[in-house]
């Protein structure tokens, strides 16, 4: 009787140690802010979900820079989020994107045609907080590039950065380029989330 009760025991307390460290995984997905307001960059971020990748994309009236070549985008989202997505067909509060741009190489090992991807040129995010960021619909852009390389942590940009207009008025879901994620998109599809102002 000992034996069994010592054993049950045993794996409560395996299971509880399972399920406390998920969760602290899941939260420590969610947006760290300093102090001063600014959002952390998370290191992990390439852990999260990767949702899609662009080669040399531009928008709008914005053109390639002559001569250079493309770059690579990839979008990672934080896990829960994207779990919730995939219930839902939207975004819940404090879900966080990352936006990495990789300079796209060529010749590189045994290729001898199209692109690679090579080292980074930018990181770049967006968070949902529809609280912290009410002034700015409930979202908020961020860069942590700098001259110097790459920066611990950064300030939103301010509501004048043309990505804010850029974002409400050319999204899919909820502020979310969702039309380039083509797995998610046929989820906001079947859930009918996706916005009623969008154009293919």
Partial sequence: MK???FAALCAWACVAAVTSSTSAQQAGDAPAFTSAGQLTRPLDYRSWVFVTSG???TYGPAQPA???PPLFDNVFVTRDA???FMRSGTWPDKTMFILEGRRAETSVSINN???TQGAIAFIEA???DTERFKATGGWAYFSFDSRNGLVPSAAPLPATASCYACHAANTAVDNTFVQFYPELFGVAKERGTVK???KQ
């Fill in 3 to 5: 034996k069994n009760l």
């Fill in 55 to 57: 080669l040399g994309m």
């Fill in 66 to 68: 002559a001569g250079q």
């Fill in 82 to 84: 994207y779990q919730a």
């Fill in 113 to 115: 045609g199209g692109h």
């Fill in 126 to 128: 967006a968070v949902k």
């Fill in 196 to 198: 009623t102002t969008y």
